[in-house]
């Protein structure tokens, strides 16, 4: 028999049995639906961590004291030298060539007036160099530029959040808001960065650092550095380097606790960098068992029909099948379950994932190179798990075959 004729006689022997049928093919639908749904799941965690690495960046690191105790005090109650923050920063910049960009960082909690509102926001004076170290771009406008820093020019960038509800709807470039006093012309609004540990990024006010000290800070000193690694560079070499010089410029012999602390956020990026990988892997496992639990209860069916069509096989090949024919056709009808089961689960996947966007929220990245993936499965496992019933069915006495009743 060719192919044509024997894929023919495939269909009519499942087309006899619609319900077994059906239900054969349930388990491999469900197979290739989870595959499909888990594995969108999983690619839309991992492609949001991945976004949010980008958006944050995972190359640059806090330096600040945090209330260390030392000697019997926190140093928070320790007096400091007003600029030993920005000190620090520039000399960080010029002696640790793993660093490409450092600067003082001084937030505050104030009140912010426009000519339309008034809002509670947090100001923030640092570097132009800022913008570089946490990735931050402008939607509109431009960004802090090195001569507002020398000139101590009165602008400012701000987030969408205070933006919003500072001006509303109004484009806020080259507006005025006023701090303690004091008036700031907005040269820029900064790109979108989302929440992160509790905090609205968006809600944010950017002042050049020494114009901040001088007309917002006052005596409110900044204890806070930022620096980022040189591109390709480890941040663990940067943060090294960092806490060697400061070392040496805070007077801390060795054994001595340090006065600072560093916080690199690379550590909690490659944490949830690795804990997505984990959870995607779970769950590609999990829909390959729902899978594979599939394939069984095709073979399970598929030795039953061997059974029940004994003497159909005896009388086939009594009348000049030979023990290929009869194998391929069963190993037919066993793809032809897996292979029909697997398109239709790749649709029933993909319908899933829309509903769990549009009704539940649930984020979802529907993949068709998945989708192509798990139908070559579905037709691996037709192989796979049919040719056990196949080669049976083949190997079958026909003479012993016509006397089964």
């Known amino acids: 028999m060719n192919f044509l004729t024997l894929l023919a006689e495939a269909l009519h022997s499942l087309g006899k049995n619609k319900i077994r049928t059906a239900l054969s093919m349930l388990g491999i639908v469900i197979g290739v639906g989870a595959v499909i749904t888990l594995v969108a799941m999983a690619q839309a965690t991992k492609t949001r961590v991945e976004q949010e690495i980008a958006r944050m960046g995972d190359d640059w690191m806090f330096i600040g004291t945090w209330g260390l105790p030392r000697g019997g005090v926190r140093k928070a109650d320790v007096a400091r030298r007003p600029n030993q923050s920005r000190d620090d920063a520039v000399a960080i910049m010029r002696e640790c060539p793993a660093v490409r960009a450092a600067t003082p960082s001084n937030r505050m909690q104030l009140q912010v007036k426009s000519s339309y509102s008034n809002y509670s926001t947090g100001v ?18 431009r960004k802090l530029e090195d001569a507002d820093e020398i000139s101590k020019r009165p602008v400012c960038c701000i987030g969408q959040t205070a933006a919003r509800e500072l001006f509303g709807s109004v484009n806020p470039v080259g507006e005025e808001i006023t701090v303690k006093s004091a008036r700031f012309q907005i040269v820029g609004v900064l790109d979108f960065k989302g929440q992160a540990n509790g905090r609205d990024n968006d809600d944010l006010i950017l002042f050049p650092y020494s114009v901040f000290q001088q007309k917002i800070a006052g005596t409110e000193i900044s204890e806070t550095i930022l620096a980022a690694a040189q591109h390709h560079v480890p941040p663990s070499v940067a943060e090294d380097q960092i806490r060697r010089l400061l070392q040496q410029r805070h007077n801390i012999r060795e054994g001595e606790p340090d006065d600072f602390r560093i916080f690199a956020l690379s550590e909690p990026m490659a944490a949830r960098e ?10 590609r496992m999990i829909a390959g068992v729902s899978l594979v639990v599939g394939g069984i209860g095709i073979m399970n069916i598929m030795l039953v029909s061997v059974t029940e069509r004994t003497r159909e096989i005896g009388l086939r090949m009594a009348i000049g099948a030979g023990t290929g024919d009869v194998l391929l056709q069963f190993l037919i009808e066993a793809i032809a379950l897996c292979t029909l089961g697997g398109i239709i689960g790749m649709f029933a996947g993909w319908m899933f994932c829309v509903i769990l966007t549009e009704t539940r929220g649930y984020e979802t990245e529907f993949s068709y190179q998945v989708a192509g993936i798990a139908l070559s499965f579905a037709f691996a496992t037709g192989v796979f798990f049919g040719f056990y019933p196949a080669w049976r069915a083949s190997r079958l006495d026909p003479i012993e075959a016509l006397r089964f009743e």
């Open 124 to 141: 923030n004076g640092a570097f132009p160099n800022y913008h570089d170290i946490r990735r931050w771009g402008v939607i509109a406008g």
């Open 274 to 283: 690795a804990s997505s990988a984990e959870f995607e892997w779970l769950l």
